[in-house]
């Protein structure tokens, strides 16, 4: 089954958009067809680095949400839909939660065979937590709920570990990931570069070019990462 992604955690500097481009990196080396969208107006940190399979879209109006679920639209290619990865900016839950209910699009992507996963990345604080109680009660029974414990914002996750909003998402069949820190001298080059993750692995040279250590870290980070992608339902 095909998957529609949001990537969110409602706050900003939790990873949100880190997580969108490592999804997309695995998309493209599983050799996944995926569509993109970035929601973020200021930064627009999506679409900068996966220029070729990302477009920015607007969450204040239906029309713009419309165009997201508009990729099922059509007969799928091949018997199957790509998946589709939304990156969230930080306050867009509430016009996204009224676009889910008006729509019925846990129900209608359903139909389609269409698997429908609410990211929530997350960062040490009990912000996180009180969003992701606020992300379960919106929603309920019916989508996915991937938790992810970003290491590269945080170490001691036993506030969300802890909490009565993780015991409900598990209930309701969620999952729970740890996203490893890329060192981050090594990030800063690559967001300095624009570069997708598969970019800065492979061109050598440059200002903020990686060194042969680097990239292999870079490597590793990634195939730890794909590890834990693989056990979730991707499509």
């Known amino acids: 089954m095909p998957s529609i992604n949001f990537i969110g955690g409602e706050k900003g500097g939790v990873g949100k958009s880190v997580v969108a481009r490592v999804l997309a990196q695995y998309f493209i080396d599983q050799g996944r067809a995926f569509t993109g969208f970035d929601t973020d107006r200021s930064h627009n940190s999506f679409t900068r680095f996966y220029a070729d399979y990302a477009a920015p879209v ?14 099922f639209e059509d007969e799928p290619i091949e018997g199957t ?13 509430l016009p996204l939660a009224r676009w889910v209910k008006d ?7 359903a139909s389609l065979g269409v698997t429908v996963n609410f990211w929530h990345v997350a960062d040490a604080g009990k912000d996180s937590v009180d969003l992701l109680d606020r992300l379960v009660a919106t929603y309920g029974p019916g989508p996915n709920y ?44 690559i967001d300095r570069q ?40 991707l499509g």
């Open 81 to 93: 839909y790509p998946n589709v990865i939304v990156d969230l900016a930080a306050q867009t839950a």
């Open 58 to 71: 607007v969450v204040d109006t239906y029309e713009g949400l419309d165009l997201v679920a508009g990729v």
């Open 146 to 189: 991937i938790v992810v414990k970003n290491l590269g914002r945080g170490t001691d996750f036993s506030q969300l570990q802890d909490s009565a909003a993780l015991k409900k998402a598990v209930a309701l069949g969620g999952h729970v990931v740890s996203l490893g820190q890329l060192h981050e001298a090594s990030m800063r080059k």
């Open 103 to 109: 729509s019925d699009l846990v129900s209608l992507m």
């Open 194 to 233: 624009n570069a997708s993750f598969w970019a800065a692995i492979t061109h050598k040279g440059g200002e903020d070019g990686l060194g042969m250590l680097e990239r292999q870290r870079v490597k590793t980070w990634l195939k730890t990462t794909y590890a834990t992608l693989d056990a979730l339902p």
